[in-house]
C-alpha cells in the first residue's frame, strides 16, 4: 500500500556528496523530508529516494549544508503524466479507465461470511441475493439495518446479521440461535434397553429393576433395565430408569479390492487457456476449444484481480491447465492392497464403536479371481445402554394411566 502511494506521489532516486552523510540525515529530520532507502556507495556518496516536494526542500538546502545533490532516476505518475502530456488520447483512455474502475468499485464484487456454522454459507448467500444483495449490487443502497431484519425473518436459525460494505468487497458477519436445551423429564417412566447385541461385562444401576446382570447375553432391543417396580401401596410403580452398561462386543465387517488396476503416467505436455471473467461474462483468450489428448487432467485457477488500494475488480483471470497422460495397467501387490484393506477396515470400526474400547482384532484374508477380500474380526467393549419411553402397552401392563405430557 505504502509502495503504490508513493508512485502515485511520484519518487525521486537522489545522489549525495556529503562529507558527513549523517549531516544529511539530521537535515531531512529537522526539516521534515520524507526519504527511505537510504544506500551508502562510499563514505561521502549516499543514495536515498524521496518526494518531489522533499527534494526541492533539499536543494535548496544543499548549498547552506555544503554538499552536492543530483537527480538519479525519476518515477511515479507525476512524471508519466509529464512524458505524455501531448498524447492527448492515451492520456483520456487512462482517464476513462480511472473512471471505470472508480465506478466499478461502488459495487459490490466479493462476499465473505463469518460467523456461520450450522447455516451454510451458500444458503446465506442466496437469501441475500433475493434481498438485493449480490454480485454487482450497488454499494451505496445496501442498508444494513433493513437487510438484517429481512434476513431474520428469512433464515429464523440467525439470531442477528451484519452487512458491512468496503469498497467493493461486502463482509457478512452472522450469529446463530443457540438451540433450547434438551430437558429431561427425570419423572417420566423409561426403560433402558440395550442398543447392541453382546455380553454384559459392567452394569451401574442408578434406578430401576434390572432384568439382566453381569455375564448375561442380551440381543439389541432387549430391556436390560425396567422403569416398573414393585410397590407396596399400589403393587405397581414407574420409574425414570437410568443406567450405565458395558459390554462385550463382537464385529465381522468385510472389504474387498481388485489388483488389476490402472496407473497414471504424465507425458510432460501440457496446453494452458486463459480468460477472463468480466461481471459475469466469460472472454476466452484462445480459439481453439478443443484438447488434443485422449487422456488428461484438468487444473482450473481462478484469481480476482485487486487494485493496489485493496479494491476488488470484477474481473476474475480464469487459467485453465491440461497434462496429458497415459494410463498403464498395473497390478497391486497382495501386501500392499491387504495393509490398505485392513487400515481402511479399522477406520469403519474405530466410526462404528465411537467411544468404545478396541479389545482384540484378528484379520482373515482370501484372494479369488484377481478380487482380494479381507474381513476384521474385532471384540470390543462399548457402552450399549439406551432409554426409551414407556409404550402404551406398557402403561396398560402397569395399570397406571398414561402420565401428562410434562416437556416443554
Not at 441475500?128 to 429481512?150: M, R
Not at 465381522?252 to 488396476?261: D, F, K, M
Not at 504424465?266 to 484462445?286: D, H, V
Not at 484393506?341 to 482373515?364: C, V, W
Amino acid at each position: 500500500m505504502k509502495k503504490a502511494v508513493n508512485y502515485v506521489r511520484g519518487n525521486i532516486r537522489v545522489r549525495v556528496e556529503c562529507p558527513y552523510p549523517e549531516r544529511l540525515v539530521n537535515i531531512c529530520a529537522r526539516n521534515d523530508i520524507e526519504f527511505w532507502d537510504l544506500e551508502r556507495f562510499s563514505p561521502t556518496t549516499v543514495h536515498i529516494s524521496m518526494h518531489v516536494d522533499g527534494f526541492r526542500k533539499l536543494r535548496l538546502l544543499a548549498d547552506k549544508a555544503g554538499f552536492e545533490i543530483s537527480e538519479v532516476k525519476k518515477t511515479g505518475v507525476p512524471f508519466l503524466l509529464w512524458k505524455l502530456r501531448k498524447r492527448y488520447l492515451l492520456l483520456g483512455g487512462m482517464l476513462l479507465m480511472l473512471l471505470a474502475v472508480w465506478g466499478l468499485s461502488m459495487f459490490v464484487w466479493e462476499l465473505d461470511v463469518y460467523g456461520n456454522e450450522t447455516v451454510s454459507s451458500q444458503e446465506i448467500l442466496e437469501a441475500l441475493e433475493e434481498l438485493g444483495v449480490g454480485l454487482g449490487s450497488f454499494g451505496l443502497a445496501i442498508k444494513s439495518e433493513a437487510i438484517s431484519n429481512d434476513m431474520l425473518l428469512k433464515i429464523p436459525e440467525l439470531s442477528w446479521i451484519a452487512v458491512n460494505i468496503s469498497g467493493s468487497h461486502a463482509d457478512i458477519l452472522v450469529r446463530e440461535r443457540i438451540p433450547k436445551p434438551v430437558i429431561v423429564d427425570e419423572n417420566a417412566p423409561t426403560m433402558v434397553y440395550a442398543l447392541k447385541s453382546g455380553i454384559i461385562a459392567k452394569m451401574s444401576v442408578l434406578e430401576g429393576a434390572r432384568v439382566f446382570t453381569e455375564g448375561e447375553t442380551v440381543q439389541a432391543g432387549d430391556i436390560i433395565v425396567s422403569g416398573m417396580m414393585d410397590s407396596i401401596a399400589s403393587g405397581k410403580r414407574t420409574v425414570h430408569a437410568m443406567a450405565e452398561v458395558q459390554a462385550r462386543t463382537w464385529y465381522e465387517i468385510p472389504a474387498q479390492t481388485v489388483l488389476e488396476t490402472q496407473k497414471k503416467e504424465y507425458t510432460g505436455e501440457t496446453k494452458t487457456k486463459t480468460a477472463l471473467i468480466l461481471a459475469g461474462i466469460r472472454i476466452n483468450f484462445y480459439f481453439n476449444g478443443g484438447i488434443s489428448f485422449q487422456n488428461y487432467d484438468k487444473i482450473t485457477k481462478e484469481n480476482l484481480l485487486v487494485l493496489p488500494t485493496g479494491n476488488v475488480l470484477p474481473v476474475i483471470i480464469v487459467k485453465e491447465k491440461y497434462a496429458e497422460y497415459t494410463a498403464h495397467d498395473t497390478r497391486l501387490s497382495i501386501l500392499a492392497a491387504q495393509e490398505l484393506l485392513q487400515k481402511r477396515l479399522m477406520e469403519r470400526l474405530k466410526k462404528q464403536i465411537g467411544d468404545g474400547e478396541i479389545i482384540s482384532t484378528a484379520f482373515e484374508t482370501s484372494l479369488e479371481g484377481g478380487v482380494l477380500k479381507v474381513t476384521l474380526r474385532a471384540e470390543c467393549l462399548e457402552q450399549i445402554a439406551a432409554e426409551r419411553p414407556f409404550t402404551p402397552e406398557e402403561l396398560q401392563q402397569a395399570a397406571l394411566p398414561p402420565p401428562e405430557n410434562t416437556s416443554p
